[in-house]
């Protein structure tokens, strides 16, 4: 068995989970969310936990097991606690704002980089660490979206700048100076 796939999802205090049809749909105090899974893996609701089944120990059914597991598991966790990812803003003159719901940067550019949030995400600004938080219930697309801003301006080895996410290390590299001796 899938260490992962047969560990059961506890549901926390004012988590409700519908499964029909292998369409599960999670609702809880941050919000709802919705998703179609495959028919191989069989759910079950019982006692506030759900637990996985697999029919055979092929190797894609075993992945799907873990996989639909750990989907759920997010889902649950999500509509519950809610995920946040953070990026922090390095070098001079870069500087990122919120207007409206809109997220505003000077990433060293000619012009400002505005970002529309999608449904469900939401960011904040710290003006003093130049920390920009994105925070939403879908963990998938929190992380997708802090990828797309990073993509902006990705960390350079040289000097360090861009964006990067908190605890990111940046390899350095000495430069044209270094090369010498």
Known sequence: MSRIGKMPVSLPKGVQVEIKNNTVR???PKGELTRDFSTQITMELNDGKITFTRPSDERRIR?????????INNM????????TK???VEGVGYRAEVKGKQLVMALGYSHPVPVDPPPGI??????KT?????????????????ADIR???PPEPYKGKGLRYVGEHVRRKAGKAGKAG
């Open 122 to 127: 939401s960011f904040a600004v710290d003006e």
């Open 26 to 28: 999670v609702k809880g």
């Open 86 to 88: 953070s990026l922090q």
């Open 130 to 146: 130049k920390v920009i938080t994105i925070s939403g219930i879908d963990k998938e697309l929190v992380g997708q979206v802090a």
């Open 76 to 83: 649950v966790k999500g509509v519950s606690e809610g995920f």
């Open 63 to 71: 992945a799907l097991h873990g996989t639909t597991r750990a989907l």
């Open 151 to 153: 993509k902006w301006r």
